[in-house]
């Protein structure tokens, strides 16, 4: 069993930056693509980034890249995403998740077998 526990969510204005994290615990981390996901009101849950377990390959949604940054330290068991020049609509409920063992990337939710609880990000105008 994996238990996420992410943090980093809170409010901040049109052009400002946040920082999430995400923690795992129970497996061997390093070993895992991760991947993080986001969903707005009334929307399905969109990819946004996903990382090579050992963090030598990234990729992003297009409308994030250039603006969003995951990255990870093993040695932490922790996942990063660093999110700047925010816009109002990447207010989102964001999630981080694990991808099945053996994928090197997850591009869909449904590569991914656990999931965090999730942390809230609000972008005003």
């Known amino acids: 069993q994996v238990q996420l526990v992410e943090s980093g969510g809170g409010l901040v204005q049109a052009g400002g930056s946040l920082r999430l994290s995400c923690t795992a615990s129970?497996?061997?981390?390093?070993?895992?693509?991760m991947g993080w996901f986001r969903q707005a009101p009334g929307k399905e849950r969109e990819f946004v980034a996903t990382?090579?377990?050992?963090?030598?390959?990234?990729y992003y949604t297009d409308s994030v890249k250039g603006r969003f940054t995951i990255s990870r330290d093993n040695a932490k068991n922790t996942v990063y995403l660093q999110m700047n020049s925010l816009k109002p609509e990447d207010t989102a409920v964001y999630y981080c998740?694990?991808?099945?063992?053996?994928?090197?990337?997850?591009?869909?939710?449904?590569?991914?077998?656990?999931w965090g609880q999730g942390t809230q990000v609000t972008v005003s105008a």
């Open positions: 990382i090579t377990s050992s963090g030598d390959s990234t």
């Open positions: 998740a694990v991808a099945a063992l053996g994928l090197r990337v997850g591009l869909q939710w449904r590569d991914y077998n656990f």
């Open positions: 129970g497996r061997t981390f390093s070993s895992y693509a």
